[in-house]
């Protein structure tokens, strides 16, 4: 009666396992496996290695990963006692059940390690395997493993991904991760082409590695052109991956407003697309005109009741906006504990700890970052602004070197190189400035931070008549309130007092409460009263001291004015308007043609004479190496 139990009993576990009723298994399992151990007379290998099959792989299913990973390996060491004496019987169990084989038992194994956060556990586990033994799937695991964990060699994971690729040559992933290594673009698109079966019909694949290896390579501008060439000229038009890889791309290059374009058409498409989510939350910031959408993407985020790492991002960056810094460090240490390669969040943390002066800490943030994606600009204008917040003006000078040489086809890189010297006491470094501003707009003539940043030049050389011209033709082809109060204050310095008047009432068109354009607004209105006030015979000369007295906080000096300003007057022209006044946002660089951040730059304070220690190798160095 008890064998026919027995047997009664592991019919309805195969049952219960063919219709993956896993949660059923488990106790009638258990169960069958107690009656085993209790009546040895009944017990046979094929039984009980067929109930610890069943049960330990129910257990995976269910995801108890400790229970599972125990049984597993009794099941992996049980398998090799078949071997030698049942492999008949084996061989029909794993034809029907595929994933009771040997590497795919131990694959498991290596999951539940990973899971139970033994990663190094997981890849013992992996390597143990023969490598003629090992799956795909097997490698692609070992591959993540090696790449993202501490202190691996990334050349035996680069290795691992080739074999991925060998045997499954659309392997995306795989190939976006071999490029992210430094693997040489044409060297994998050798390898995919040899792999693949039909060659001719994956050309297109070939302009997909083109475009990683470029992005990887720092030159975003021309991997969104290659992307962007993908999409126009393939069946692929309007695929929500290759929109998402030209956004990103426009985003790193620091074209936010084309960026928020193609990463928001991504997001009318599949509104849980995090890989474009993401990057859209940080470029909505920089869009003061966007913060409804800004407010539905947090709203969307916190309905749908499922927080990944990028949830808690993006309330974080929404926190971050609004200068509630303490909550959104705490939300920022939530997506990385989930995640800790998620790189917007690690430069998130890094700003948040810049704000807080909390720089120590911030270097760590983006030294973090830079391990993982070397190909971000903000990792060395973060790391720029903590060394010179720290006095280590030898580190910034550095660092922003080393981002010349690294982003040789971006206008950020010259235009933050050109403001360090501009903004340095020493005089040669000032007049140098100039080339590196000028090189930026070659690059890009419409980039606005090198725009904002060449009028301040042109100021300090009395081109005032040239500055306001390259505003004009700025505002032009891109209105934003901060250039319409430039430009205001420029005319009211000249005493063109009805432009200048003309271009604040834009500004406060664009922005209502721009701080600046209503000061200029209210000079000019204080200038009216003193002049209306004086005689008539000398109104007109009135007016025009009027003015001067008025703009004194923003023209009194034609030097120090503008982009830059003084020192009195960096809190208004700083900030943009209606975001938070924290150092991050003084920076001019970090701005696109419709979202510019006017400031002086805090790299160089202006009451300290440490901007003197810059030495003169130090500009005209790079000045060599983007002239040769």
Known sequence: MTEKMETALLANVKKLYDHQLYECVIPAASLLSTLLQNDRTLATLEMEYQVML????????????????????????????????KATYLAALESTYREFADVELRYRVAVCYREMGEPNIAISTLQAVPAKSRTPKLNMMLARLLHHGCGTNKNEAALVYKE??????????SIEALLEL????????????????SPKNIE???????????????????????FQQLNDTTNFHQNEHLLTHIGKCLYYYGNFTQAEHYLGMVAMINPYNMDALCPLAVVYAFNIQKKPEHEKLVTQMTTTGDFSSEHWFILAQK??????????????????????RNIEALLLRGKLFL??????????????????????FEVYKGLFHCYVNLKRIKDAQNMCALAVRYFRTSPRSYTMFGRTLFHSTNPTAKKNAKKFVEKSLEIDEHYTPGVALMVEICQFEGATQEAIVLLKKQVSGFPHPKLFTMLGDLLSAEKELSSALHYYTLALGLEPTCQRALEGVNALGQA??????????????????????????????????????????????????GTPNHEWLLDCEETSNDALEMSSSPAVPQDDAESETFSEPFWQDVDGEITN
């Open 528 to 577: 009216a009263r003193t002049a209306s006030s004086t005689s008539k015979p000398s109104e007109q000369s009135g007016s025009g001291s009027g003015v001067a007295s008025g703009e004194g906080s923003s023209s009194s000096n034609s030097n120090s004015t503008g982009a830059g300003g003084s020192c009195s007057n960096a809190a208004t022209m700083a900030t943009p308007c």
């Open 204 to 226: 297109w694949l070939s302009m997909w590695i083109k475009g990683h290896a470029q992005m990887y390579g720092r030159k975003h501008l021309e991997a969104a052109k290659t």
């Open 182 to 197: 430094g693997i040489d673009g044409n060297e994998v698109n050798s390898l995919v082409v040899n792999a693949a079966s």
């Open 355 to 376: 704000v807080v002066a909390r720089h120590n800490e911030a270097i760590s943030a983006f030294r973090s970052a830079q391990c993982f994606a070397s190909y971000r």
């Open 54 to 85: 069943y049960m330990s792989s129910a257990n995976y299913k269910e995801r108890h990963y400790r229970l599972a990973c125990k049984q597993l390996e009794a099941v992996v060491l049980m398998h090799k006692t078949m071997v030698r004496f």
């Open 164 to 173: 991925v690729l060998r045997d499954c040559p659309m392997s995306m992933k």
């Open 319 to 340: 926190l971050y906006m609004n200068a509630k810094f303490d909550r959104a460090l705490s939300f920022t240490e939530r997506a990385l504990s989930l995640n800790p």
